[in-house]
């Protein structure tokens, strides 16, 4: 019965996803690669989902004061028809306007900026959660075919990263029934679909965490469904996995569990505050990853982050959080990490995140002028609005030996 709804639901992307433009190249490895995750869930009214403001707000509320966001996006390369009017001014008086991720030509916009900056490659998010909800899986799935075309167009990979947070254990079999459909659809005939080891990779993300449940039986059949399919499964897991402590369950089976995949990539965002505390990490927790992996025969991918909000998100949830919680200090904490994880031994690199304006990791364009108001916006005005997606183009120059490892901010060319 549940793979008879989800077919009826989805079967349209047979016909959406299997007429995909052709890159030029195909991409076969991870290593000297950067990538970033791709979130794809703002939604804004107007923008023909039908769902409102989603990710910016809670629903018809969504005001100054009244907003789930702490980064304000730099629209000013974007044409009439991305923009959305949103319920906020700037301080004189001019209406400010927001984007929607289902709009072909923002998401094409976007993937144009990683050609143009550098980045491999994204890792497009596809929620367990709204799978559940048939309101939201059309939208989700004009993302998904967005994606895949302007990745194509745009010479960079794709990889479907499935996060399962908040999904109940039994209903972990909606993913495996998901991914099939979009095999049986065509995604992998795609050329921008990233591969390790000569098989597509699929991203599953939320194993081993402590905060939910452990569900190893549900992960352990999810996994060996996927790789039926033939694909290679990455699995996203947290920070401390290895040592099972901390942010993860202490129980044998995440290292069993871990072993069934082929890529392992530990969430580190918010583990490290500081440039000084960077190396502490890279030493005690990456450098030893790599030692656990390369002895299991597992490839790495190690996360980093360029800072961290979520005043406005949490305020929305009766908690108090810090405007600017983890700052970006001008863009020397995302290069330390970059810097002391290739000395730890990494050989690509996943940046969390390239449009997260909820909890402010995006290294997409944002900054210049904010709104006023009842809603603050952390102030990225020490640098240009470009400057990380710059900061990912001088990681992967850096990774690939193309440019010495110095914890020396790098500098741009004035012209």
Same mark, same amino acid.
């Given at each position: 019965?549940?793979?008879?709804?989800?077919?009826?639901?989805?079967?349209?992307?047979?016909?959406?996803?299997?007429?995909?433009?052709?890159?030029?190249?195909?991409?076969?490895?991870?290593?000297?690669?950067?990538?970033?995750?791709?979130?794809?869930?703002?939604?804004?009214?107007?923008?023909?989902?039908?769902?409102?403001?989603? #990710?910016? +707000?809670?629903?018809?509320?969504?005001?100054? *004061?009244?907003?789930?966001? /702490?980064?304000? @996006?730099?629209? =000013? &390369?974007?044409?009439?028809?991305?923009?959305?009017?949103?319920?906020?001014?700037?301080?004189?008086?001019?209406?400010?306007?927001?984007?929607?991720?289902?709009?072909?030509?923002?998401?094409?916009?976007?993937?144009?900026?990683?050609?143009?900056?550098?980045?491999?490659?994204?890792?497009?998010?596809?929620?367990?959660?709204?799978?559940?909800?048939?309101?939201?899986?059309?939208?989700?799935?004009?993302?998904?075919?967005?994606?895949?075309?302007?990745?194509?167009?745009?010479?960079?990979?794709?990889?479907?990263?499935?996060?399962?947070?908040?999904?109940?254990?039994?209903?972990?079999?909606?993913?495996?029934?998901?991914?099939?459909?979009?095999?049986?659809?065509?995604?992998?005939?795609?050329?921008?679909?990233?591969? #390790?080891? +000569?098989?597509?990779?699929?991203?599953?993300? *939320?194993?081993?965490?402590? /905060?939910?449940? @452990?569900?190893? =039986? &549900?992960?352990?059949?999810?996994?060996?469904?996927?790789?039926?399919?033939?694909?290679?499964?990455?699995?996203?897991?947290?920070?401390?996995?290895?040592?099972?402590?901390?942010?993860?369950?202490?129980?044998?089976?995440?290292?069993?569990?871990?072993?069934?995949?082929?890529?392992?990539?530990?969430?580190?965002?918010?583990?490290?505050?500081?440039?000084?505390?960077?190396?502490?990490?890279?030493?005690?927790?990456?450098?030893?990853?790599?030692?656990?992996?390369?002895?299991?025969?597992?490839?790495?991918?190690?996360?980093?982050?360029?800072?961290?909000?979520?005043?406005?998100?949490?305020?929305?949830?009766?908690?108090?959080?810090?405007?600017?919680?983890?700052?970006?200090?001008?863009?020397?904490?995302?290069?330390?990490?970059?810097?002391?994880?290739?000395?730890?031994?990494?050989?690509?690199?996943?940046?969390?995140?390239?449009?997260?304006?909820? &909890?402010?990791?995006?290294?997409?364009?944002?900054?210049?002028?904010?709104?006023?108001?009842?809603?603050?916006?952390?102030?990225?005005?020490?640098?240009?609005?470009?400057?990380?997606?710059?900061?990912?183009?001088?990681?992967?120059?850096?990774?690939?030996?193309?440019?010495?490892?110095?914890?020396?901010?790098?500098?741009?060319?004035?012209?």
């Amino acid at each position: 019965m549940l793979r008879l709804k989800i077919w009826i639901v989805l079967v349209w992307i047979a016909t959406a996803c299997s007429t995909g433009v052709q890159a030029e190249s195909a991409h076969t490895t991870l290593n000297g690669s950067v990538f970033c995750g791709y979130q794809g869930w703002f939604r804004a009214e107007g923008d023909g989902s039908g769902l409102g403001w989603v #990710h910016y +707000g809670p629903g018809k509320k969504f005001a100054p *004061g009244h907003c789930a966001f /702490d980064l304000w @996006p730099d629209l =000013a &390369e974007f044409s009439p028809g991305e923009k959305y009017p949103a319920p906020f001014q700037f301080a004189d008086g001019r209406p400010a306007e927001l984007f929607s991720s289902v709009n072909p030509l923002t998401v094409r916009r976007h993937f144009r900026w990683m050609r143009e900056y550098g980045i491999d490659g994204a890792f497009v998010q596809r929620f367990g959660t709204m799978l559940t909800l048939s309101s939201h899986v059309p939208s989700l799935n004009a993302v998904l075919k967005n994606c895949t075309e302007s990745a194509s167009a745009e010479g960079r990979s794709l990889t479907v990263m499935y996060d399962l947070s908040g999904l109940a254990p039994e209903k972990f079999e909606l993913i495996a029934v998901d991914w099939e459909l979009l095999v049986a659809a065509g995604q992998l005939k795609h050329s921008c679909v990233q591969e #390790h080891e +000569g098989r597509p990779l699929v991203a599953l993300w *939320g194993l081993g965490f402590r /905060d939910r449940a @452990p569900a190893f =039986a &549900e992960w352990r059949a999810l996994i060996g469904r996927i790789k039926a399919t033939g694909c290679a499964v990455m699995v996203g897991v947290p920070g401390y996995w290895r040592e099972l402590k901390g942010d993860a369950w202490a129980e044998a089976e995440v290292h069993s569990l871990i072993k069934e995949a082929d890529v392992v990539s530990p969430w580190t965002v918010g583990r490290c505050t500081k440039p000084e505390n960077v190396t502490k990490l890279a030493v005690e927790v990456w450098q030893k990853d790599v030692e656990w992996c390369d002895a299991v025969k597992k490839a790495y991918l190690p996360v980093i982050f360029p800072g961290f909000s979520w005043r406005n998100l949490s305020a929305l949830q009766g908690k108090e959080a810090p405007l600017d919680q983890i700052p970006r200090l001008g863009g020397r904490l995302f290069w330390r990490q970059a810097v002391e994880a290739k000395k730890a031994g990494a050989r690509a690199l996943y940046v969390a995140m390239f449009d997260e304006i909820d &909890e402010g990791t995006a290294v997409m364009k944002c900054g210049g002028q904010r709104p006023a108001g009842a809603s603050p916006f952390v102030d990225l005005s020490d640098a240009p609005s470009d400057h990380y997606l710059w900061l990912c183009k001088e990681a992967g120059r850096m990774l690939r030996g193309e440019a010495p490892v110095s914890e020396e901010l790098p500098t741009r060319d004035p012209k």
